[in-house]
C-alpha cells in the first residue's frame, strides 16, 4: 500500500478517488456512526489531512480540526463524509458545510446510502466548479462480462463464514503485513469503507448480477509475476441472501490463495437466526471446491480469527489450538504477533 | 399456465405486463432476428392477437395482420417488440409505427438493449397519453433482500451445464405438462423472452448482486402447499461469468426439486473454450449441494436433453440410455412422449 492501489475500467479511464481527504464528521455524538472515519484514521493516516465537524459534535478522530480553504491548503483533495446517519440520508443543516468545500475547490466523496448527485444544490455547484461528487456505492460504467482468462500476478482472497466478522481488516492487515516484508502488495477494495481507504475499488455488491465476476476481473487487472492482489471479501458463500455476491468475486477474483475468516463464538448467520454456520473446515472445502472453476491451483493459506470480543490469554490459547487442529496457521491479524507472521510465510510460500 | 403468472412487488403493486400482444415485426427479412415472436406465438397464443409488419418485411408468423386500432378493437394492450436488431437499437424508421401504437391506446413492451424511455419522442407522446413503455430487461424497483424465509407451496428450477442449451423451453414444457395434469402451476419467468410469454416476471440478470436471492424470493411468494412454481433458470453454477446469477437464483428460489439441463454433445462453455462442461453427475451434485443452504430437502427429479439437433432415432436411443445410466427419469420435453410423462410422473411423485 505504498502508493494508492489504482483501478482503471476497460477504457483506460481512472476510477481512482481524489485525495488526501478532509473528513467531515457532521454533528456527530456517537462514536458508533463515525467508523468510516476511524477506519480511515487506521488504516491510511497518510491521506487524512484533517477533519471537520459541526457545531454541537463530540465525536473526534483527534487529527487537526481544519476548515475546508485550510485543508484545501495543506493538499486534501476532497471532502470525505466519514459519518453515517440514522436511515442513510444526507441532513440539510449539512448541505452548507459541503457547498463551502465546493467552493473551496474540494471534491466530495460519500459512501451513504443517499447519493449527493440527487441533491440538487449540490449538483449544481458541483457543475458550475467543475467539482465531482463521488458515491462510492456506485460501481463504475461499462464493467465487462468476465472473461475467465487466467491473469498474471498473485491473488488472495479473504472468505468468511459470515458477513461482517473482519475480512476487510483481514485483507487490510494482511496486505500490510506483506508490504512490511518488502513484498509487491495492493489491497484491492470491494466495499464502501475499503474504497476510501484504499483510495479505489469496486462496490461489488452493487454492480449488476451479470457482471460481478467481470468487475472483480477488471479489479484486479494483470500484474508482475511476484505481485500479490490482497482482495477483500464480501459476504459469505453460506448466506442466504449473498451467496452469489461471495460467488462472482470468487469467480472472477481467480485467487491463487485465501484466508478464511471467522469470529469465534458466533454460531449463526447475523440476522438469519433459521441459518447455522459453517465450520471453518466447511467454509474451506466449499472455497477450495468452487475457487477451482477458475483457479485449479486455489489453496488455503490461513485461517483469521476475530478475537476482539476475547482477552488476549484466552485468544493467543484458542489461535493455537485451532491451528493444531486445522493444521493450518491461524492468527488474529489485527493483534499481529508470531502466529500472524506464519500466516504471512505461507502467502509468501 | 391457465392465468396469467403475476408478481407483484413488496409494495403490492402489479408488475405484469399489459396484454394480449399485437406483434411488432419491423421491417425483419431474417426470421432468425425474430425468435421472440416465434416463441410467443409458440408458448403464449391465447395472448398473441395479431402481428404487425413494416413495408418490406419478409417474416411473418402467420397470426393475424392487424393494424393498431384493429388490434386494440380486437383486445390488445400492447404492442411488443418481437424482432431483434443487430446490436439491439430501436431503428429510426420504426417510431413513427411505434408512435401510432401510443395513439391506438396501446403500452409498449421491449426487450431490447436501447430502453424505450430513453427515446424523447417516445417519452414524452407515452406520458402526454398516459401510456407505459416497458423495458422487460428494467427489474422492478424496490426488491428486498433475501430472508431466507422457507415459503409455502412447491417450487421446480431448471439448471444447466451451460447457458442457451434449453432450461426456458424444459420449464415452459414441464409447466405445460404439469398443467395438462390438472396440476395448479405457474411459470415463473426470469428472462426477457420467458417475461414476454409468462406476461411477468423478473430479469435476474439484469438485478443488482446484493438483491438477487431476494429477487427469487420475490418472483416465487407463498403459495397454496400443492401449488408449483416452475421457474426457469439461468446461466450455470460452472459458468466463469455467470455462476453468481445462478446461485442467487438457486438460494432464492428455494427449489423442492430441479431438472438438470444438458445438450448432448457441447463438451465446453459456449464462448470460453478453455472451460470443459461439468458432467451431468456433477452438475446434479453441486445443486445438491449448493441449494441445500436454503432448502435442505432439495432432490433431482430428472434430466432434461436438448436433443434438436439428433434424429428421432437417436435421441430415442440417448435418451434410454442415459436414464438406464443415471437412474433418473431423462427426457427432452420439446419431444414429449412416454419419457417426458415419466419425468412430469417424478415431478408429482
Same mark, same amino acid.
Given at each position: 500500500?505504498?502508493?494508492?492501489?489504482?483501478?482503471?475500467?476497460?477504457?483506460?479511464?481512472?476510477?481512482?478517488?481524489?485525495?488526501?481527504?478532509?473528513?467531515?464528521?457532521?454533528?456527530?455524538?456517537?462514536?458508533?456512526?463515525?467508523?468510516?472515519?476511524?477506519? +480511515?484514521?487506521?488504516?491510511?493516516?497518510?491521506?487524512?489531512? *484533517?477533519?471537520?465537524?459541526?457545531?454541537? @459534535? !463530540?465525536?473526534? %478522530? $483527534? &487529527?487537526?480540526?481544519?476548515?475546508?480553504?485550510?485543508?484545501?491548503?495543506?493538499?486534501?483533495?476532497?471532502?470525505?463524509?466519514?459519518?453515517?446517519?440514522?436511515?442513510?440520508?444526507?441532513?440539510?443543516?449539512?448541505?452548507?458545510?459541503?457547498?463551502?468545500?465546493?467552493?473551496?475547490?474540494?471534491?466530495?466523496?460519500?459512501?451513504?446510502?443517499?447519493?449527493?448527485?440527487?441533491?440538487?444544490?449540490?449538483?449544481?455547484?458541483?457543475?458550475?466548479?467543475?467539482?465531482?461528487?463521488?458515491?462510492?456505492?456506485?460501481?463504475?460504467?461499462?464493467?465487462?462480462?468476465?472473461?475467465?482468462?487466467?491473469?498474471?500476478?498473485?491473488?488472495?482472497?479473504?472468505?468468511?463464514?459470515?458477513?461482517?466478522?473482519?475480512?476487510?481488516?483481514?485483507? +487490510?492487515?494482511?496486505?500490510?503485513?506483506?508490504?512490511?516484508? *518488502?513484498?509487491?502488495?495492493?489491497?484491492? @477494495? !470491494?466495499?464502501? %469503507? $475499503? &474504497?476510501?481507504?484504499?483510495?479505489?475499488?469496486?462496490?461489488?455488491?452493487?454492480?449488476?448480477?451479470?457482471?460481478?465476476?467481470?468487475?472483480?476481473?477488471?479489479?484486479?487487472?494483470?500484474?508482475?509475476?511476484?505481485?500479490?492482489?490482497?482482495?477483500?471479501?464480501?459476504?459469505?458463500?453460506?448466506?442466504?441472501?449473498?451467496?452469489?455476491?461471495?460467488?462472482?468475486?470468487?469467480?472472477?477474483?481467480?485467487?491463487?490463495?485465501?484466508?478464511?475468516?471467522?469470529?469465534?463464538?458466533?454460531?449463526?448467520?447475523?440476522?438469519?437466526?433459521?441459518?447455522?454456520?459453517?465450520?471453518?473446515?466447511?467454509?474451506?472445502?466449499?472455497?477450495?471446491?468452487?475457487?477451482?472453476?477458475?483457479?485449479?491451483?486455489?489453496?488455503?493459506?490461513?485461517?483469521?480469527?476475530?478475537?476482539?470480543?476475547?482477552?488476549?490469554?484466552?485468544?493467543?490459547?484458542?489461535?493455537? @489450538?485451532?491451528?493444531?487442529?486445522?493444521?493450518?496457521?491461524?492468527?488474529?491479524?489485527?493483534?499481529?504477533?508470531?502466529?500472524?507472521?506464519?500466516?504471512?510465510?505461507?502467502?509468501?510460500?
Amino acid at each position: 500500500m505504498a502508493e494508492p492501489s489504482r483501478a482503471l475500467d476497460p477504457q483506460g479511464q481512472d476510477v481512482g478517488l481524489p485525495q488526501p481527504y478532509l473528513l467531515f464528521l457532521g454533528d456527530t455524538v456517537e462514536p458508533g456512526y463515525a467508523k468510516t472515519a476511524f477506519g +480511515l484514521c487506521d488504516w491510511a493516516p497518510d491521506r487524512c489531512i *484533517g477533519e471537520l465537524a459541526l457545531p454541537g @459534535a !463530540t465525536v473526534s %478522530t $483527534g &487529527i487537526p480540526r481544519l476548515s475546508c480553504r485550510e485543508a484545501y491548503a495543506k493538499g486534501a483533495r476532497a471532502l470525505l463524509i466519514g459519518v453515517a446517519t440514522p436511515g442513510g440520508a444526507i441532513p440539510h443543516h449539512w448541505i452548507s458545510a459541503l457547498l463551502d468545500a465546493l467552493k473551496a475547490g474540494l471534491d466530495i466523496v460519500s459512501g451513504m446510502h443517499a447519493r449527493l448527485n440527487d441533491i440538487p444544490q449540490l449538483a449544481a455547484t458541483a457543475e458550475m466548479l467543475g467539482r465531482r461528487l463521488i458515491d462510492v456505492r456506485v460501481p463504475p460504467a461499462r464493467i465487462p462480462i468476465a472473461t475467465g482468462r487466467k491473469r498474471c500476478g498473485k491473488r488472495l482472497l479473504t472468505v468468511g463464514t459470515d458477513c461482517a466478522l473482519g475480512k476487510k481488516y483481514a485483507a +487490510l492487515s494482511i496486505a500490510r503485513g506483506l508490504e512490511g516484508r *518488502g513484498a509487491d502488495v495492493t489491497f484491492r @477494495a !470491494t466495499g464502501q %469503507t $475499503g &474504497i476510501m481507504i484504499a483510495g479505489s475499488g469496486i462496490p461489488i455488491d452493487a454492480v449488476v448480477s451479470d457482471f460481478i465476476a467481470g468487475a472483480a476481473e477488471m479489479l484486479t487487472p494483470d500484474a508482475p509475476p511476484d505481485h500479490i492482489d490482497v482482495i477483500e471479501g464480501q459476504g459469505s458463500l453460506f448466506h442466504p441472501a449473498y451467496a452469489a455476491v461471495s460467488l462472482g468475486l470468487l469467480h472472477g477474483s481467480q485467487p491463487d490463495m485465501f484466508v478464511a475468516c471467522h469470529e469465534p463464538g458466533r454460531t449463526h448467520v447475523l440476522g438469519y437466526s433459521g441459518f447455522q454456520l459453517p465450520s471453518i473446515e466447511e467454509l474451506i472445502l466449499q472455497t477450495v471446491v468452487l475457487g477451482k472453476l477458475t483457479n485449479p491451483d486455489i489453496r488455503c493459506v490461513g485461517v483469521s480469527l476475530n478475537t476482539s470480543g476475547m482477552n488476549v490469554e484466552a485468544a493467543q490459547r484458542l489461535i493455537a @489450538a485451532e491451528s493444531d487442529r486445522l493444521g493450518l496457521p491461524v492468527a488474529d491479524p489485527v493483534r499481529g504477533g508470531p502466529a500472524f507472521e506464519r500466516l504471512l510465510d505461507r502467502c509468501q510460500g
